[in-house]
């Protein structure tokens, strides 16, 4: 406590010393409107709260659709609108393509190997040519869809195991698991995860990964002073050691598994290890970034489509007319002696239109930050070079001069019309856009829309507790600003809808 204290008012002394008066900088700019109440040292950043979205949403239906805030002692600007959102992202991309410091990208991502904290530059493009030319091609993604079926499979079967004794399932678990699964085996041709019953278990390797994983992820949602401090002050991070310590442990798990792909052991598979150590092979970071983007794509594609499947089922939960129309639209589609696969769902269009309305107002990451890599406008204001952006996805999502009744679940919205969540309707980008947008858009998006369409016509729904609906409101649970899950992880039960022999294939 002493030493955060003395930290604190260290920081603060050489501020002041080099930066003036807090609030004095930058009197020249025509910057964004700024909120009232910023602090000496921290700014605005005490206005963040539990759930930053949210109380940036607040900000900004005061403020308008561009605001800016001190972060610490980092000048910043928050975008709420759709019109903004095509000037960031289109006119102004190559401005915007870096992103904020962010202090486990140094330490636990291999000082920023990997894909998503990566300053732009040309170590960024070759990673993102990688996945353009290798990892994420259609061929690709077709070629592992054997993987996404069986894992479909066992989670279906777990399903039914349950439903026999009409057993209450962790739906947030349920899914999860497939998704790490599908993950891991398209990524290093590991399978972490094994259902017996309907529960999920592991082995002790396993169970270390993930568990470091985790603290990883727990890691980076966590406050780190160095984020928010000029560059030259990085290193009164007291969070520091901490993560290099953590960072040594996944480390040599990871290298265990790359070792085992240089020795051919599992060869033949062309798993996405196996892809990047051949790409990468000249160059003299190829294994740090190996496992860096290892570690990325493992929970870029886990946490993001377990969250917008469990909020998809919530919702159709809370309104069962449109539960019945998806499972109608269905058994026309595909009929109710097969599952449905992934050649059916360009002619499930009142499903697609479920999954958009999902993703409209439950966006997994609601907040995109970019940073301005030199002094530019936006919107017809001044950005300082290195000035933090948030695109705030969640807000334009809830725009109500953009959507009608914007609150209301209304997957009608999105019949017979085009507008699609890939990043060209600037209303909504769950997925981001232009050249930093998310590389692993095909993949999640095909693997959300089979889960959740199996998941609907497999089985009937209903809430686990005596106290029906009424148990899992529509709520979030508190977040640092990245994913946003439900308030708590939902429990159903399952009544299969069709016959064992087809669940079970
Ligand atoms: C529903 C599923 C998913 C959602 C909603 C999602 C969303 C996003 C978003 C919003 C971004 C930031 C985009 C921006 O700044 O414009 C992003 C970046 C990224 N995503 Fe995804 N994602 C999903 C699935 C995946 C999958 C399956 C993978 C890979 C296996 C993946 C890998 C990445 C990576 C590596 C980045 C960083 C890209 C960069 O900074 O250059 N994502 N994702």
């Known amino acids: 406590m002493e030493f955060l204290a003395c930290a604190i008012a260290l920081v603060f002394f050489i501020y002041v010393l080099v930066w003036g008066i807090p609030g004095g900088g930058h009197r020249r700019l025509n910057l964004p409107v700024s909120p009232s109440g910023s602090l000496p040292l921290i700014g605005h950043l005490h206005l963040f709260g539990r759930k930053p979205h949210l109380s940036l949403l607040a900000l900004s239906n005061k403020y308008g659709p561009i605001f800016s805030l001190r972060l610490g002692m980092v000048p910043s600007v928050v975008v709420a609108s759709a019109h903004l959102a095509k000037e960031l992202f289109k006119t102004q991309d190559v401005t915007f393509s870096s992103r904020p410091y962010f202090m486990p990208g140094e330490y636990s ?67 999860t698991t497939c998704l790490f699964n599908v993950v891991t085996r ?14 999920a278990t592991m ?51 990871l290298q ?7 020795l051919g052991v599992d060869s033949g598979k062309e798993d996405f290890m196996h892809i990047m150590l051949e790409y990468l092979k000249d160059e003299p970071y190829c294994e740090d970034s190996v496992k860096a983007n290892s570690m990325e794509l493992i929970s870029g594609g886990t946490d993001t489509s377990a969250a917008v499947i469990e909020w998809a089922i919530l919702e159709l939960l809370h309104h069962p007319e449109m539960l019945r129309k998806a499972q109608e639209e269905m058994d026309v589609v595909v009929g109710n002696s097969r599952l449905v696969g992934e050649a059916d769902i360009a002619q499930l269009q009142y499903m697609q239109a479920v999954i958009k309305e999902t993703f409209r107002l439950h966006p997994p990451i609601p907040l995109l930050p970019r940073m301005a890599s030199h002094d530019c406008k936006l919107g017809g204001f001044d950005v300082p070079k290195g000035a933090t952006t948030f695109l705030h996805v969640y807000a334009i999502g809830r725009d109500p001069a953009v959507w009608d009744e914007p609150l209301k679940f209304m997957p009608e919205r999105f019949l017979g019309n085009s507008l699609d969540v890939k990043g060209q309707d600037y209303e909504l980008l769950p997925f981001g856009s ?7 858009m095909i993949l999640g998006l095909r693997t959300v829309q089979l889960l959740v369409s199996n998941l609907i016509h497999s089985f009937d729904w209903s809430f686990a507790g005596e106290r029906g609906g009424e148990a899992f409101p529509l709520e979030e649970r508190d977040t640092a600003g990245t994913v946003i899950w439900t308030k708590t992880p939902l429990q159903v039960v399952a009544t299969p809808r069709l016959r064992k022999e087809v669940l079970l294939g």
């Not at 002790?204 to 160095?226: C, N, P, V, W, Y």
């Not at 265990?256 to 240089?262: A, F, L, P």
Request: aromatic share 14%; with cysteine.
């Open 109 to 175: 991502f291999y000082n920023f190997l990997d894909m998503g904290f990566a300053p732009y530059g040309d170590y960024w493009k070759n990673m993102r040519k990688l996945c353009a030319t290798e990892l994420f091609t259609i061929r690709r993604i077709d070629s592992f869809l054997w993987v996404r079926t069986e894992e479909l499979r066992e989670m279906l079967s777990a399903l039914l195991d349950s439903s026999l004794d009409c057993k209450p399932v962790n739906m947030r678990d349920m899914v």
């Open 203 to 253: 082995d002790d390797d396993a169970r270390e990964f993930k568990s470091l994983l985790l603290s990883i992820t727990d890691q980076a949602l966590d406050f780190h002073i160095s984020e928010f401090v000029p560059p030259w002050l990085r290193g009164i991070d007291w969070k520091i050691p901490r993560l290099k310590k953590l960072q040594a442990k996944i480390d040599s798990f």
């Open 434 to 440: 232009g050249r930093r947008g998310c590389p692993g």
């Open 186 to 199: 398209i990524l290093m041709s590991k399978r972490f995860y094994t259902f017996v019953g309907d529960e």
């Open 256 to 262: 265990k598994i790359v070792d085992e792909h240089k």
